[in-house]
């Protein structure tokens, strides 16, 4: 199927065109540089953003792609989870192509979007396999027999995800925003077992009832408390080893659990996906447990990795080719939708 995919959950505005597993267009326009002096996404103003950028997007991207909107199968979005006043953006010029064109619309999840986005690099999804997802707002293991319809999550972060401690180090290390490349960069002239970091959700107590679940509020506060010691008695902060040793604690928990779940759930294949799974680090750790385990990594290259429109036409182009049903043109935003909600 050919499809159209929009995506304005958060600060990325985000169309692209697919042609089964081809991507033949993705463009996308971040509102970053406008929150960068609040430290973090302003929603009012990622909305106004977004309302700004989408119908250029939109031109650009059938440029680009050289195809006729009136040839499309479906118009797929984001329907949630996401920022409210961002993804009704989004939806609403979804719902505006879909009723211009009479075309059915797709409202999808755009967790799974990050999940699915990896069939354009590497086609067809196995039949059962595990799943990491990392990104801003969400930090889960699941374990997914059809991507259109059956997810599990089988854990969850109980309090930050991944790519929100990141930030929060960036910041209190007055390093800047988004703080996960910043970081990612910054570790690479770091040591990495210069200082010692708690591994959340490890101990032996919370294995038993947290076997696949996360922690990174308690490291986040260890590295604040750490940093903060060292400037009261007036000393240099090696930003380097900090972020590096950070980056270990964070990665060293995330892939040590996925290959439990692996081994747990009898998973052949782990798939690693959100805007976190575009880290070095975590790339090369993961590679480096699952092949030690026999288990096969997919993960889609780093650009694929944060927010944008390739991601729900992926989606959406698998949900058509499986044949599953339209959604209603009454759809409403949903920013808390679970990850076990594909198509809204
Ligand atoms: P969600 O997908 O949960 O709704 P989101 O869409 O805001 O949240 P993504 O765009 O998927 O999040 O990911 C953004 C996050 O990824 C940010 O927290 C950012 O710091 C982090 N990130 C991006 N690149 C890297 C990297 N190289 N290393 C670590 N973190 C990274
Ligand atoms: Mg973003
Ligand atoms: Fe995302």
Same mark, same amino acid.
């Given at each position: 199927?050919?499809?159209?995919?929009?995506?304005?959950?958060?600060?990325?505005?985000?169309?692209?065109?697919?042609?089964?597993?081809?991507?033949?267009?993705?463009?996308?326009?971040?509102?970053?540089?406008?929150?960068?002096?609040?430290?973090?996404?302003?929603?009012?103003?990622?909305?106004?953003?977004?309302?700004?950028?989408?119908?250029?997007?939109?031109?650009?991207?059938?440029?680009?792609?050289?195809?006729?909107?009136?040839?499309?199968?479906?118009?797929?979005?984001?329907?949630?989870?996401?920022?409210?006043?961002?993804?009704?953006?989004?939806?609403?010029?979804?719902?505006?192509?879909?009723?211009?064109?009479?075309?059915?619309?797709?409202?999808?999840?755009?967790?799974?979007?990050?999940?699915?986005?990896?069939?354009?690099?590497?086609?067809?999804?196995?039949?059962?396999?595990?799943?990491?997802?990392?990104?801003?707002?969400?930090?889960?293991?699941?374990?997914?027999?059809?991507?259109?319809?059956?997810?599990?999550?089988?854990?969850?972060?109980?309090?930050?995800?991944?790519?929100?401690?990141?930030?929060?180090?960036?910041?209190?290390?007055?390093? /800047?925003?988004?703080?996960?490349?910043?970081?990612?960069?910054?570790?690479?002239? /770091?040591?990495?077992?210069?200082?010692?970091?708690?591994?959340?959700?490890?101990?032996?107590?919370?294995?038993?009832?947290?076997?696949?679940?996360?922690?990174?509020?308690?490291?986040?506060?260890?590295?604040?408390?750490?940093?903060?010691?060292?400037?009261?008695?007036?000393?240099?902060?090696?930003?380097?080893?900090?972020?590096?040793?950070?980056?270990?604690?964070?990665?060293?928990?995330?892939?040590?659990?996925?290959?439990?779940?692996?081994?747990?759930?009898?998973?052949?294949?782990?798939?690693?996906? /959100?805007?976190?799974?575009?880290?070095?680090?975590?790339?090369?750790?993961?590679?480096?447990?699952?092949?030690?385990?026999?288990?096969?990594?997919?993960?889609?290259?780093?650009?694929?990795?944060?927010?944008?429109?390739?991601?729900?036409?992926?989606?959406?182009?698998?949900?058509?080719?499986?044949?599953?049903?339209?959604?209603?043109?009454?759809?409403?935003?949903?920013?808390?939708?679970?990850?076990?909600?594909?198509?809204?």
């Amino acid at each position: 199927p050919l499809v159209i995919g929009i995506e304005s959950s958060c600060d990325e505005t985000g169309v692209a065109i697919v042609r089964g597993t081809e991507l033949l267009a993705n463009e996308v326009a971040s509102s970053v540089e406008q929150h960068v002096r609040f430290g973090g996404v302003v929603p009012e103003v990622a909305s106004r953003a977004h309302l700004q950028a989408i119908v250029p997007a939109l031109r650009r991207a059938t440029e680009a792609a050289g195809v006729d909107l009136a040839d499309v199968d479906g118009i797929c979005v984001t329907a949630g989870p996401g920022l409210m006043g961002a993804l009704v953006v989004g939806l609403s010029a979804a719902k505006a192509l879909a009723i211009a064109l009479d075309k059915p619309l797709y409202g999808l999840n755009h967790l799974v979007g990050h999940v699915a986005v990896d069939l354009l690099d590497h086609g067809p999804l196995p039949e059962r396999f595990g799943a990491l997802l990392v990104s801003g707002g969400h930090t889960s293991l699941l374990v997914v027999d059809d991507i259109t319809g059956a997810i599990t999550e089988v854990g969850s972060t109980i309090d930050d995800a991944a790519g929100e401690a990141y930030d929060k180090v960036a910041r209190l290390l007055g390093m /800047g925003y988004p703080g996960g490349p910043l970081i990612d960069r910054a570790a690479a002239d /770091g040591d990495p077992t210069a200082i010692a970091f708690p591994r959340g959700l490890t101990s032996r107590k919370d294995l038993a009832r947290h076997r696949f679940d996360f922690s990174f509020s308690g490291l986040k506060t260890a590295v604040s408390r750490w940093v903060e010691t060292r400037e009261l008695a007036g000393e240099e902060i090696p930003v380097a080893d900090v972020c590096a040793s950070f980056q270990e604690a964070v990665c060293d928990v995330l892939t040590a659990k996925a290959m439990d779940m692996c081994d747990h759930y009898g998973l052949d294949t782990i798939l690693l996906g /959100g805007g976190v799974a575009a880290n070095s680090r975590l790339r090369g750790l993961l590679q480096e447990r699952a092949d030690a385990a026999g288990v096969t990594v997919r993960r889609p290259r780093p650009g694929l990795c944060t927010d944008n429109g390739a991601m729900m036409a992926a989606l959406g182009a698998e949900v058509i080719r499986r044949g599953r049903p339209a959604s209603s043109l009454g759809i409403g935003a949903n920013s808390g939708l679970p990850v076990s909600t594909v198509v809204v």
